[in-house]
């Protein structure tokens, strides 16, 4: 089985505010990796990809991937109430199968 | 943007009897799989299935689960003899060709009673 590991928090941050979720995979041969946003009650929606060391921002989002430490790490910045969800690490393996997380609770409070 | 599209949203059932959870991917993909989260846990794989086939599956999916793809379109997981503990949110969700979006359905919310 391979792990994916995360806080599980619940994480709260104000309004404003950056919000720092981390994620570790046991996996050496990972070369994707994914952070889902799922709100209670619904689907996991996929809100960033990174493939390469270091960091790849999009808008509020940046994701951080370190493959020497296994440590991928999504930052939200100015954080709205609205980000309030759980944030899913995924790291596909051989055969397209996708490992998830535990996912982190953020609670951005206003 | 193309949808995963779930039938039923809900289903309750009681424990023993059969259900099928019906899925319908988007049209052009070519990976297909069944997930599954109990309330409060983490997103859990079941199985996998490409070319007509499963390509792999977890611990969980055993001999009570069986997934087929009839037609062409629609994609389904069935649970032969539903227990308490099959209760849970199950997720369809597809891949394309050469890609590593999961595209995810909605999902069925199964109670059994």
């Known amino acids: 089985q391979k792990e994916v590991e995360q806080n599980s928090g619940p994480l709260s941050v104000p309004e404003g505010a950056i919000a720092s979720l981390n994620c570790t995979y046991s996996?050496?041969?990972?070369?994707?990796f994914f952070w889902y946003r799922q709100y209670s009650g619904k689907s996991p929606e996929l809100i960033m990809s990174i493939y390469s060391n270091g960091d790849k921002e999009d808008g509020r989002f940046t994701a951080q991937l370190n493959k020497a430490s296994q440590y991928v790490s999504l930052l939200i910045r100015d954080s709205q109430p609205s980000d309030s969800a759980t944030y899913l690490c995924a790291v596909p393996h051989t055969g397209n199968q996708f490992y998830f997380g535990t996912g982190t609770s953020l609670t951005v409070i206003p | 943007e193309p949808e995963v599209t779930q039938t039923p949203s809900h289903q309750v059932t009681q424990m023993g009897q059969e259900v099928i959870l019906r899925c319908v991917p988007i049209?052009?993909?070519?990976?297909f799989y069944w997930y599954r989260q109990i309330l409060g846990q983490k997103v859990e794989f079941l199985v996998s299935?490409?070319?007509?086939?499963?390509?792999?599956k977890s611990e969980i999916f055993d001999d009570q689960f069986s997934v087929e793809r009839p037609d062409g379109s629609n994609f389904t997981l069935k649970i032969r003899s539903t227990k308490l503990e099959d209760s849970a949110m199950y997720f369809c969700a597809s891949l394309g060709q050469g890609a590593l979006k999961l595209f995810f359905g909605s999902g069925t919310q199964l109670s059994v009673l």
């Open positions: 299935f490409y070319n007509n086939e499963i390509s792999e």
């Open positions: 049209s052009n993909h070519l990976y």
């Open positions: 996996d050496r041969g990972s070369q994707s």
